[in-house]
């Protein structure tokens, strides 16, 4: 089921008012609702486009074109961010230390892009 056919199937089920002649049709009914609200905060966008770069070029595409190509969404694809340990703060810093805090900065950057791409 797509993200945009469940959006129109809880908007039907919020709009319509169960009979209330049944009590367990009335728990199916708005255990539908439960699910799919539940359905849609996990359910993940489709990509928009594709991109990728050719010399220097940026190119867009509307499906996959290469292997290469990179996804793009609307929204955020909510990847739980991962930082650094206290451990690894101090690692950084004892191996960095006396430096200019710029290096500082980007070995601190470089660790968490490590784990979080």
């Known amino acids: 089921m797509t993200k945009e056919v469940m959006k129109q199937a809880l908007d039907a089920l919020k709009n319509t008012t ?18 799919l609200e539940e359905a849609l ?14 010399n220097g070029e940026k190119i867009y595409y509307e499906t996959k074109a290469w292997d290469n190509c990179l996804a793009l969404y609307a929204t955020s694809q909510n990847k739980k961010w991962v930082g650094l340990t206290e451990d690894e703060i101090y690692k950084i810093a004892f191996q960095l230390e006396g430096e200019h805090w710029k290096k500082i900065f980007n070995a601190i950057d470089a660790k968490l892009k490590e784990r979080n791409t």
């Not at 049944?22 to 199916?28: G, L, P, S, T, V």
């Not at 905060?41 to 050719?54: H, I, V, Y």
């Open 18 to 35: 169960p009979f209330g002649f049944n009590m367990e049709a009335d728990k199916r009914f708005y255990s539908a609702i439960e699910a």
């Open 41 to 54: 905060k996990q359910e993940q966008d489709e990509p928009l486009a594709w991109f990728r770069e050719e």
